[in-house]
């Protein structure tokens, strides 16, 4: 629907343009560099799963088992996929196999009784990457992270002109904080 509407106006732009063609030709590599950003896999998603009270009706028989698992190489349309998951139920039987979960006729099948629910309620994002990572150990040994809390907060208000104040003026802000030191693994076997 968007890229339909992106296209009308793209097209009714166009006769206005004196060098459209180039100009078309921009806007397409920006859509593929957008569609290669959210498609690269970047991050290492720990996701954190626990039974659902709503579809079990409290029933721990027919809820799935508290788990924390791993999704390596993510990318941003997997944690959009993630996000979208968190609070949503989803369901588990034991009789599926990685090709019967596709199958419409299968899964209508499984009665509901015997459906094992479970919702995602929570996941961290970390680097995967060498790019990634060695910005994010640049930014906790510059203080960047700590500055931003101090400036902001932690939670989605923003902090007033007081708290501001007071967050640098207080000395033991995090004092509890620590810089991590950052070694490659082939570096510490030479010590």
């Given at each position: 629907?968007?890229e339909?509407?992106?296209?009308?106006?793209?097209?009714?732009?166009?006769?206005?343009?004196?060098?459209?063609?180039?100009?078309?030709?921009?806007?397409?590599?920006?859509?593929?560099?957008?569609?290669?950003?959210?498609?690269?896999?970047?991050?290492?998603?720990?996701?954190?799963?626990?039974?659902?009270?709503r579809?079990?009706?409290?029933?721990?028989?027919?809820?799935?088992?508290?788990?924390?698992?791993y999704?390596?190489?993510?990318?941003?349309?997997?944690?959009?996929n993630?996000?979208?998951?968190?609070?949503?139920?989803?369901w588990?039987?034991?009789?599926?196999s990685?090709?019967?979960?596709?199958?419409?006729?299968?899964?209508?099948a499984?009665?509901?009784?015997?459906?094992?629910?479970?919702?995602?309620?929570?996941?961290?994002?970390?680097?995967?990457?060498?790019?990634?990572e060695?910005?994010?150990?640049?930014?906790?040994?510059?203080g960047?992270f700590?500055?931003?809390?101090?400036?902001?907060?932690?939670?989605k208000?923003?902090?007033?002109?007081?708290?501001?104040?007071?967050?640098?003026?207080?000395?033991?802000?995090?004092?509890?904080?620590?810089?991590?030191?950052?070694?490659?693994?082939?570096?510490?076997?030479e010590?």
């Open positions: 629907m968007i339909s509407t992106l296209n009308e106006s793209i097209d009714d732009l166009e006769p206005q343009r004196p060098f459209q063609s180039e100009w078309k030709k921009k806007v397409e590599e920006q859509g593929q560099r957008c569609d290669e950003s959210l498609d690269s896999p970047r991050y290492l998603l720990t996701v954190y799963q626990t039974g659902d009270e579809m079990t009706g409290g029933d721990w028989e027919r809820k799935e088992p508290p788990r924390r698992y999704v390596p190489n993510a990318s941003l349309n997997d944690i959009k993630y996000i979208e998951m968190i609070d949503n139920p989803h588990h039987h034991h009789s599926l990685q090709e019967t979960k596709e199958d419409d006729e299968v899964l209508d499984i009665p509901f009784e015997e459906k094992k629910w479970s919702i995602v309620y929570d996941f961290v994002i970390e680097p995967m990457t060498k790019e990634l060695d910005a994010y150990v640049d930014g906790v040994k510059s960047f700590k500055k931003y809390r101090q400036m902001y907060g932690t939670s208000d923003m902090l007033g002109h007081e708290e501001f104040k007071k967050n640098f003026e207080n000395e033991d802000f995090e004092k509890d904080s620590f810089i991590i030191e950052y070694v490659e693994g082939s570096k510490v076997s010590k």
